[in-house]
């Protein structure tokens, strides 16, 4: 089974304050995706990254930045916390399609609830 | 813009059936998929469509009509287990993936 384990479930952080999340996954997948879910939304897609390095912006990329030195890591930093980013965020990844898409389905970690002060 | 619409909230009794709908609006298609999220947890998946019909996987069944931008999540025999929330995605023409906010369904006993 595909693992995806991120660091914390739960973190409460200072506004201001420089946060750092988490997420890897052991199946060798190129694809890793973060996202926030808040209540009556959909989840909202912040960055994604197809290989090591590379990084493409989400819908809500704003006060955001992520980082993938490892295929197996994808890191995700709000740079300075502000209180409307207290959230769930989840993390996912899936394979590679030969097209270079993907149609296969994601796998979620189970999430970090951040709450900022 | 794109849009995907589901009820917010279900409600149905262990045993029963229950149909949850998805309506989407989307800049081309590439498949639609479902996942079951329960309180506090990681979304997993549960079935992929990108073919009109459906497709059944034991209790659960999904229904795809790309002509009507509409499918439906069929849950039969209903368990107390299946209280979650239920979430429709849409892979658009850049194969970036749409979601819908999901709809809470409660099993009474």
């Known amino acids: 089974d595909v693992k995806v384990t991120q660091s914390s479930r739960y973190l409460v952080k200072r506004t201001g304050e420089k946060v750092f999340l988490e997420c890897v996954q052991d199946?060798?997948?190129?694809?890793m995706f973060w996202y926030r879910q808040d209540p009556g939304l959909g989840l909202r897609l912040i960055y994604f990254?197809?290989?090591?390095?590379?990084?493409e912006k989400g819908d809500i990329p704003e006060g955001y930045s992520v980082s993938r030195e490892k295929k197996e890591r994808f890191s995700l930093i709000l740079e300075s916390a502000s209180t409307n980013q207290t959230s769930m965020y989840l993390c996912?990844?899936?394979?590679?399609?030969?097209?270079?898409?993907?149609?296969?389905?994601?796998?979620f970690g189970d999430g970090t609830r951040l709450s900022i002060l | 813009g794109q849009n995907i619409d589901q009820p917010t909230e279900m409600t149905a009794t262990e045993g029963a059936i229950v149909q949850i709908n998805c309506t989407y609006q989307?800049?081309?298609?590439?498949?639609l998929f479902w996942y079951q999220q329960h309180a506090g947890e990681a979304p997993t998946f549960l079935s992929y469509?990108?073919l009109d019909g459906l497709e059944e996987k034991g209790r659960f069944s999904s229904f795809l009509s790309r002509s009507k931008g509409y499918s439906y999540l069929l849950l039969k025999e209903l368990q107390m287990k299946d209280s979650a929330s239920y979430l429709c995605?849409?892979?658009?023409?850049?194969?970036?993936?749409?979601w819908g906010a999901g709809t809470k369904l409660i099993i009474k006993p």
């Open positions: 199946m060798d997948h190129e694809n």
């Open positions: 469509n990108v």
């Open positions: 995605a849409v892979l658009d023409s850049n194969y970036q993936l749409i």
């Open positions: 990254s197809y290989d090591v390095k590379m990084k």
């Open positions: 989307t800049s081309g298609f590439n498949g």
């Open positions: 996912a990844s899936n394979i590679m399609g030969r097209s270079g898409y993907s149609n296969q389905p994601q796998h």
